[in-house]
């Protein structure tokens, strides 16, 4: 049982990471293919099981691609509600994107907050360096945990 459960866990592992990448005709790449074809120079891999696993791979590849990103973190530089709450938003996103240019910003509104957030950082650490940096402009800021998009391959 152990080792199907490891065999799984390799395989959503792996389905995981070809989730993000797309093939010449935009459709997602099917893990087990790729992992039955034969190069020259390599071994070769041959996976058996039930069609039910491979549906379920699919389905998991499939999710994945829908929701792309990952948990990471962002820093919050404002929240507020009230009536001057979206404009005062607004005016935070522009002074922020100008000070900042490059560097991800989003607004969003949770009732009855309006919310600011910046970046899209994998760790708490990398975060943590940023957020230094903003303390001097924004010493009300801090770190949240979010769904945050994957970084640039560039």
């Given at each position: 049982m ?22 010449g005709g935009?459709?997602?790449?099917n893990i ?8 020259p120079?390599?071994g070769k891999?041959v996976?058996k ?5 491979a549906n379920?791979l699919d389905?998991h590849?499939?999710q994945?691609a829908?929701?792309p ?7 919050r530089i404002f929240?507020?509600l009230?009536?001057?709450a ?8 522009r002074?922020?994107m100008?000070k900042?240019?490059g560097v991800k910003?989003y607004?969003?509104?949770?009732n009855?907050?309006?919310?600011i957030?910046v ?7 990398s975060?943590q360096?940023f957020?230094?940096?903003?303390l001097?402009?924004?010493?009300k800021?801090?770190?949240?945990p979010d769904w945050?998009n994957?970084p640039?391959l560039?």
């Open positions: 152990r080792g199907i459960l490891s065999i799984l866990l390799v395989l959503f592992s792996a389905a995981a990471l070809f989730a993000q990448e797309l093939n935009n459709e997602i790449d087990i293919k790729r992992l039955h074809e034969s190069n120079n390599q891999v996976v099981q039930d069609a039910q696993i379920l389905l590849v499939l994945n829908k929701n990103g990952m948990h990471g973190f962002r820093i929240f507020e009230g009536q001057n979206r404009r005062n938003s607004e005016e935070s996103m002074v922020f100008e900042y240019p910003v607004q969003s509104y949770d009855p907050y309006w919310k957030s970046g899209d950082f994998r760790s708490r650490e975060a360096k957020y230094q940096q903003l001097v402009d924004y010493p800021a801090f770190i949240i945050v994957f640039s560039e």
